[in-house]
Nanobody, 127 residues
Framework: VQLQASGGGLVQVGDSLRLSCDASGRTVSSAAVGWFRQAPGKARELVAA????????YYVDSVKGRFTISRDNAKSTVYLQMDVLKPEDTAIYYC?????????????????????WGRGTLVTVSS
């Protein structure tokens, strides 16, 4: 599975962006997918995760109510809609997928369970 994140950019406080994670080489319909971010000097953190069916979703507290993760398995694409962006959202955002059928009912918060990683896309929120 090859993953490619896109949609980042430079925006102002309060703006919105939609990130896309496109999978190729193999479908991700049987994988849980997570969006991670890493800000300069900080550890990589899981921002949101979605189960293979889309029924189970996780958000880190700092983005609840502002970010929405969704997936379109027919397109092998996972999205991260980011609204009301804040300067602290500035980071490189990565999408990652677990192995097929590793998490049939949910997702994992453990970054080491995500086997496939895409190159990140930079999000910069300017005040």
């Amino acid at each position: 599975v090859q993953l490619q994140a896109s949609g980042g950019g430079l925006v102002q406080v309060g703006d919105s962006l939609r990130l896309s994670c496109d999978a190729s080489g193999r479908t991700v319909s049987s994988a849980a997918v997570g969006w991670f971010r890493q800000a300069p000097g900080k550890a990589r953190e899981l921002v949101a995760a979605v189960s293979m069916t889309g029924d189970s979703i996780y958000y880190v507290d700092s983005v609840k109510g502002r970010f929405t993760i969704s997936r379109d398995n027919a397109k092998s694409t996972v999205y991260l809609q980011m609204d009301v962006l804040k300067p602290e959202d500035t980071a490189i955002y990565y999408c990652a997928a677990t192995g097929p059928n590793d998490f049939t009912l949910g997702f994992t918060l453990d970054r080491y369970e995500y086997q496939y990683w895409g190159r990140g896309t930079l999000v910069t929120v300017s005040s």
